[in-house]
C-alpha cells in the first residue's frame, strides 16, 4: 500500500526539496588518513547487514500494544481526558504513539542518509569521505527498516515533525561543511541513539527491540566518526568561530527538546494544541525522558571542543548540564555489546530448537521401527 495511503495527518507536498549551498572537494592525496578514521572505514565495511536477514521479520506484533509500553508513558495519562478512554481508544492511542515515534525515526535516518552524503561530496579529508560513504549506506538500511516496520506491522506513519524538519533544514543549507556533522552526526544521531536505547531497554516485544539494538549497533560508529572528525577540526578555529557553531548547538537542542512532544498524536484525539502542549509538560515521565534524551549529546558537544559559557547556560536551563560527565565510549561499547549478546542469543535459541527437531525426528524413526 502507497506510503501517504497510511498517513494520520496530511504530510503536504510529497517531495521537499532543501536548496543546498556549500562546495564539492575532492583529495588527490589516497595514500594517507587518520588512522583512526581509517579503522574506524574499516570496521564500517566489516559489519555491514542485510536488514532483511538479519532481522526476524516474522515475529508478530499488536498494532494496538506494539511496545508494551505502561499507560504513565503516555503524556494523557491522568488526565480527564484518559478517564474517557475505553480499553479500545487506549489501544489506538498506543498504536499512534509508536507510530508518531518511529515515523520520527524514520525521517530522521532520511535526513542522516542525505547528510552523510553530503559529507562524502564536502568533506576536505579522503579518510572522512571513505568512512561517510559507509554510514550513507547504514542509513539506507535503517530507513528501509523502520520504513518496513511501520508499513507491515503498525500501518500507520506521521510526517515529519516541526522541529526536526527545521533543524534538517538548517544543517542542509548551511555551506560550512562541518555543520552536517554537527547537525547530524552530534545532534540528531545523538538524540536518536538516547531515545533508541530507552525503548530497546524497556519493551518486552522482540520484534522492535531487535530493529533498535541493531540500528544502535551502525549509530555508535557513527556518533565515534563524528566525535574525531569534528574534535580534529575545531581545534584549528578562532573563538568566533566556536562560538557561531555553539548557537547552531543550542538552537538545535531546544528543537530537539521541543521534537519530543508529540502533541500532533493527541491533536488527532480531539485535544486542543495549548492543552496537547500543557500535558506534554506536566508529564513526570515525558519530563524524565526529555532529560534522559541528551545523556548522549551534552558529553559529545563537549568532548568536541564547545564548551562556551553560553552553551553551559542553556544546558543548565534544560536542567541537562551535569549529564557532560557522562561516558561517552562505556555507552558506546554498550550498544554494541547489546547487540551482539541479543543475536548470540538468538541464534543459540534457534540451535536449541534446531537439535529439539532432530532429536524428535530420531525418537520418531526408533519408534517407527
Excluded at 492511542?93 to 530522521?108: C, D, K, P, T, V
Excluded at 528501509?144 to 516496520?149: A, Q, T, V
Amino acid at each position: 500500500m502507497p506510503t501517504y495511503d497510511l498517513y494520520a495527518r496530511d504530510p503536504g507536498d510529497p517531495h521537499w526539496t532543501v536548496p543546498a549551498t556549500g562546495a564539492a572537494r575532492f583529495n588527490w592525496e589516497y595514500d594517507e588518513g587518520r588512522d583512526r578514521l581509517l579503522a574506524l572505514y574499516q570496521k564500517g565495511k566489516d559489519k555491514q547487514w542485510d536488514g532483511q536477514r538479519r532481522i526476524d521479520w516474522e515475529l508478530e506484533v499488536d498494532p494496538y500494544d506494539p511496545l508494551g509500553v505502561p499507560d504513565e508513558s503516555m503524556s494523557l495519562y491522568g488526565t480527564r481526558h484518559w478517564a474517557k478512554l475505553t480499553g479500545k481508544d487506549k489501544g489506538e492511542l498506543r498504536r499512534h504513539l509508536a507510530s508518531w515515534q518511529f515515523s520520527q525515526f524514520l525521517h530522521g535516518e532520511q535526513g542522516a542518509m542525505v547528510c552523510a552524503a553530503r559529507i562524502v561530496e564536502s568533506a576536505p579529508d579522503l579518510d572522512a569521505k571513505f568512512y561517510s560513504a559507509t554510514q550513507t549506506m547504514d542509513e539506507a538500511r535503517h530507513a528501509e527498516i523502520y520504513g518496513r516496520f511501520l508499513h507491515e506491522k503498525i500501518g500507520l506513519l506521521y510526517p515529519v515533525n516541526d522541529s526536526l524538519r527545521s533543524l534538517l533544514d538548517d544543517t542542509l543549507r548551511d555551506s560550512r561543511w562541518d555543520l552536517p556533522y554537527l547537525g547530524m552526526q552530534v545532534l540528531i544521531e545523538g538524540l536518536a541513539l538516547a531515545a533508541f536505547g530507552m525503548i530497546r531497554d524497556t519493551t518486552d516485544k522482540p520484534l522492535p527491540k531487535q530493529i533498535l539494538a541493531y540500528v544502535m549497533q551502525d549509530e555508535a560508529r557513527h556518533v565515534a566518526f563524528g566525535r574525531m572528525a569534528l574534535r580534529d577540526h575545531y581545534r584549528h578555529l578562532t573563538d568566533a568561530e566556536l562560538r557561531e557553531r555553539e548557537e547552531f548547538v543550542i538552537e538545535g537542542c531546544y528543537l530537539m527538546r521541543d521534537r519530543l512532544r508529540g502533541v500532533e498524536v493527541l491533536e488527532n484525539f480531539g485535544i486542543p494544541r495549548a492543552e496537547a502542549e500543557e500535558y506534554s509538560e506536566r508529564s513526570p515521565f515525558l519530563a524524565l525522558f526529555r532529560k534522559l534524551l541528551f545523556s548522549r549529546i551534552v558529553p559529545c558537544v563537549k568532548d568536541i571542543g564547545l564548551w562556551g559559557e553560553r552553551l553551559q547556560q542553556a544546558y543548565v536551563d534544560m536542567g541537562v548540564f551535569e549529564m557532560g560527565d557522562s561516558n561517552l565510549d562505556l555507552l558506546m561499547t554498550q550498544d554494541e555489546e547489546t547487540a551482539e549478546r541479543l543475536d548470540a542469543e538468538r541464534f543459540a535459541a534457534e540451535e536449541r530448537e534446531r537439535v529439539a527437531e532432530v532429536t524428535e525426528a530420531i525418537t520418531a524413526g526408533g519408534t517407527e521401527g
